[in-house]
C-alpha cells in the first residue's frame, strides 16, 4: 500500500521559516517525479515546487522562487519543502504529491499519490 505521509508545518510570523517533510513508504519516491502543491480556502490547488525523477530538475512557480526550494533524500525516500523568508499570502494547507511522469508535469490531475496535507499559517 502507498503512503505518502508528511510532516511539519504549523503556524510561523511573516519572515520566518519553515520545513516540510514527505516520507513515502510501498513506493520509490526518486523513482518519480514529485511536487508540492497548496491549497488556500476558495482558491484552486496550485503546484508550488517540483523536481523530476530523471534528472533532478527543479522548478518553482514564481510566487515562490529564491524562497522555497524542494530537496530529496533518497536513502530516507523522503521529499522535502524548505520555506524562508514566508509572506502571509503562503498561508494555505501543503500537499506533497508524486507523478509517474519522468519529466516535470504541473497539473494536480497528474499527480497519482498524495500526503494527507498539512496546514501553514503565516500571522504576526
Known amino acids: 500500500q502507498v503512503q505518502l505521509v508528511q510532516s511539519g508545518g504549523g503556524l510561523v510570523q511573516p519572515g520566518g521559516s519553515l520545513r516540510l517533510s514527505c516520507a513515502a513508504s510501498?513506493?520509490?519516491?526518486?523513482?518519480?517525479?514529485n511536487g508540492w502543491f497548496r491549497q488556500a480556502p476558495g482558491k484552486e490547488r496550485e503546484g508550488v515546487a517540483f523536481?523530476?525523477?530523471?534528472?533532478?530538475?527543479?522548478d518553482y512557480a514564481d510566487s515562490v522562487k529564491g524562497r522555497f526550494t524542494i530537496s530529496r533524500d533518497n536513502a530516507k525516500n523522503t521529499v522535502y519543502l524548505q520555506m524562508n523568508s514566508l509572506k502571509p499570502e503562503d498561508t494555505a494547507v501543503y500537499y506533497c504529491?508524486?507523478?509517474?511522469?519522468?519529466?516535470?508535469?504541473?497539473?494536480?490531475?497528474?499527480?497519482?499519490?498524495w500526503g494527507q496535507g498539512t496546514q501553514v499559517t503565516v500571522s504576526s
Open positions: 523536481i523530476s525523477s530523471s534528472d533532478g530538475t527543479t
Open positions: 504529491a508524486s507523478s509517474p511522469h519522468g519529466t516535470i508535469w504541473y497539473s494536480p490531475d497528474d499527480y497519482d499519490y
Open positions: 510501498g513506493y520509490t519516491l526518486h523513482y518519480n517525479t
